[in-house]
């Protein structure tokens, strides 16, 4: 057994081999590497400027409220199949909003209850909307970044959001 590390999110992952996506903040496994190598972008002392701190805060209200809309859809689900996708996409999100706190050295704000519709088919939609949103948002933001930690961030964000835009878009069919 080995210890791999994101270095985006820093969480440590015990196995075997290395996974193929973070399984806490989602991120591409070339993102994930042996615990000696990894330099997580949490650990880094930068100075980040105000065009990044200003949308990392976009970012954390987004995740925010992705977090709370998910825990809403998550209770209205279906089945158990969707329930619990809406409760790793939660967490996932909420996973997100930690690094930018960390990013930003702030506190994380807490989270609210949420309405969502009571239909699978119409949160799938909203879900659709939301992380189509987030994605175009995030490779945005990813061009403004001057910083080389921020950049990342929203690099890695950006393939999250997308490839949860996928799952919900295959669930609908």
Avoid: W
Avoid at 58 to 79: F, H, P, S, W
């Amino acid at each position: 057994m080995k210890t791999y590390i994101c270095e985006i999110c820093g969480d440590a992952y015990l196995g075997d081999g290395k996974p193929t996506q973070c399984p806490f903040c989602g991120s591409d496994e070339k993102y994930i590497k042996d615990g000696a190598e990894a330099k997580p972008i949490t650990n880094e002392s930068v100075e980040i400027g105000e065009k990044s701190k200003g949308n990392l805060m976009k970012t954390l209200r987004l995740e925010i409220n992705a977090v709370e809309t998910y825990q809403c859809m998550a209770g209205k689900a279906d089945t158990y199949e969707i329930k619990a996708m809406y409760k790793r996409l939660a967490k996932v999100e909420l996973e997100h909003a930690t690094i930018v706190t960390k990013l930003l050295k702030i506190e994380k704000p807490e989270t609210a209850d949420k309405t969502c519709a009571d239909d699978d088919r119409e949160n799938f939609e909203a879900t659709v909307k939301l992380e189509d949103n987030a994605t175009k948002l995030y490779a945005g933001f990813m061009d403004q970044a001057e910083e080389e930690i921020v950049k990342k961030f929203f690099e890695a964000l950006t393939k999250v959001e997308s490839e949860h835009l996928e799952l919900v878009k295959q669930l609908i069919g």
